[in-house]
T-cell receptor, first 114, second 115 residues
């Protein structure tokens, strides 16, 4: 079935450093979504990308969808302690056995040292 | 306030004792889904529902049951819980299964421990 792999699993940064998490799919994705889960909390939707090569920004966060629509990245510039949490990507492939199932990556756990 | 409400937040139970985790959404969403979250494994889908009376298996359905008799409710039933079902469970809903521009809305989670 469809697999969405996310790396790294863990990332520790000093406050002010940049952070990037990568998401790779075994199949072409129709869309990619990103979620953030604060420690002890639940996943919260951040953004959706649907077009090949699409780039979207939310303040210090930059999201990219690869040209082949098989990978995506989330980049945070100058991390802050409020960025701490787990970042998940999620996507689906049109048709086949993926119908009805948004597949989530394993998540990247970000810790930020002040 | 638009939300997904799960109950209970925490539950400790014994092996074999049937339990139900409730999930309710007030956004008139057609799609609802259950996930379990385990360290290093991310969010794995248990069951999902496209609409009332329409449910289907996700990736890890063994040991779970669901029902969707009303649009707003999607309870998760563990008929005979076992220790390997100890996990953090999330219910999610969305207007469509693809998530669309607003993505999935998740409940606050239920931490289940089976001893």
């Amino acid at each position: 079935g469809q697999q969405v792999m996310q790396i790294p699993q863990y990332q520790h940064v000093q406050e002010g450093e940049d952070f990037t998490t990568y998401c790779n799919s075994s199949t072409t994705l129709s869309n990619i979504q990103w979620y953030k889960q604060r420690p002890g909390g639940h996943p919260v939707f951040l953004i959706q990308l649907v077009k090949s090569g699409e780039v979207k920004k939310q303040k210090r966060l930059t999201f990219q969808f690869g040209e082949a629509k098989k990978n995506s990245s989330l980049h945070i510039t100058a991390t802050q302690t409020t960025d701490v949490g787990t970042y998940f990507c999620a996507g689906y492939s049109a048709g086949g056995t993926s119908y009805g199932k948004l597949t989530f990556g394993q998540g990247t756990i970000l810790t930020v040292h002040p | 306030e638009a939300q997904v409400t799960q109950n209970p937040r925490y539950l400790i139970t014994v092996t074999g004792k049937k339990l139900t985790v409730t999930c309710s959404q007030n956004m008139n969403h057609e799609y609802m889904s259950w996930y379990r979250q385990d360290p290093g494994l991310g969010l794995r889908q248990i069951y999902y529902s496209m609409n009332v009376e329409v449910t289907d298996k996700g990736d890890v359905p063994e040991g779970y049951k669901v029902s969707r008799k009303e649009k707003r409710n999607f309870p998760l039933i563990l008929e005979s819980p076992s220790p390997n079902q100890t996990s953090l469970y999330f219910c999610a809903s969305s207007k469509t299964w693809t998530g669309g521009n607003y993505g999935y809305t998740f409940g606050s989670g239920t931490r289940l421990t089976v001893v």
